[in-house]
């Protein structure tokens, strides 16, 4: 037996009721990890419901049959091939179902979706299923909510690494291994992709500063947080569950889930109370580089505890060689590709991208954000950038390999971690910024824009995979993944 009530076979949609939408979730994280050996069939009962829930004329029911394919449940097979007939010109019918919804909002749901979502996520984990309240506030949309596939802090989290010096970690680290700079108050720290990309999460002290270093490689964005607000210091892990394609990271004082791309709390007992972390400057660039600026920097330390094959570009390789995303956004609007690479530099509440490849191209950039003049720096390896307060005078040559900057009145500044420094020591503020893929700047900032010069050099892609299928390369669906 599944547990489930014996209803009537007949059920009509406008005869649904919260009872039978409850009741489709009848089993517990045990049970789900265990693959539901208790539960190898589902009953007529449950199918007759589903059947109902895909027959309604409005489409009310499709955000549940949404989550109920989405998440390897005893029947999500049954719900994924409802679901391809409904759109059957996709081959992966999650993506244009929930990226059809749109933008949504807390507005935009009912309290029984809410209750059904967090019993779904709680018949996972009853700690993930702890963030999704219903009794708490929030300022997104449970139905824009994704599990990744992960248990709370599956992807374990760094706390207080350790570092280690160049020399130590020359046996392992090459020239060209893709890292985070990071320079406070004279302490550098160089945080390896290769490892980072495992771990998401990295809580850790740099120059007396307690920060989080929050990475979503989903976004391509690595985010460094100053944790301090007030007299508290907050720390974070990783939730498990996504929105729109970002992390949602949670914070282990109050266990409110928090943006990842924003620094805010969107679920728990901290929405409302106007909280916003600051965002400190990082730099992606490689190991040489870095180096070379900075003989004296430390390394975290291959050695984590963790069991991993921290190999340069090993983890996530296929998805960071794809244009396809693994979890719905609601808009895949602009110029560019979702997954092009953009130097993302916040002021005044404004987020402005800069195209990785136009920025590598011009060396530098000069704009606006926010009604502050700016400069734009490009890495020596292009893969990154550094941003300023603009100079008096315009910025008309760069060398990427000194990193000396020369303005229209022949002055010569010289860019460092902390602040942009001109020829007679005075110092222009280094601004916040980060890389990032395009997409999450559309689907998460509440103000940005692109930077543009040029005719764009990609154009927009909309593909998408199911996430069992791009993990286990399952049929799923009738066609194979192809991430």
Known sequence: STGTPRLEPTLTPEE??????LSLIYWTEIDFWNRFVLFPDTSDTTRDILRAMARDPEERWLPYLVD???????????????????????????????????????????DLYVEFKHRLIAGIQEDMGAFLDPDKPRTISAQEIFWGGVTVDGIPPLEHPNFITPDEAAAWI?????????EINGDARAYPRRIIDWHEMVNDTVGGVPVSLAYCTLCGSAILYDGRVGEEVYRFGTSGLLYRSNKLMYDRTTNTLWEQFTGEPVWGNLVG????????????????????????TL???IETGHARDYGEGVAYARYFASSGLMFPVPDRSGPIAVKDSVYAVRLNDQVVGYPILLL????FLQDEVGGDPVVVFATADRSGGRAYAAPP??????????GVATTEDGANWQVTEGALVGPSGQELERLPGHNAFWFALVNHAPRFRLYEEEEPQSSIIGSGCNLFAYLEGTRIAATTCTL
């Open 16 to 21: 649904i009721t919260d009872e039978h939408v």
């Open 273 to 296: 109370s106007g909280i916003q972390l600051d965002i400190l400057p990082v730099v992606h660039t490689t190991w040489d580089e870095w180096l070379a600026q900075h003989p004296d």
């Open 393 to 402: 005078e315009r910025v008309v040559a760069y060398d990427v390999e000194t």
């Open 299 to 301: 390394v975290l330390d």
């Open 174 to 182: 090459g020239p060209k291994d893709r890292v985070i700079g990071v």
């Open 68 to 110: 109920l394919a989405a998440v390897p449940v005893p029947y999500s097979a049954f719900v994924y091939r409802i679901l391809s007939e409904l759109r059957p010109e996709h081959p992966y019918p999650i993506f244009p179902l929930t990226e059809e919804l749109g933008l949504r909002t807390p507005d935009d749901e009912t």
């Open 360 to 363: 590598g191209a011009e060396d």
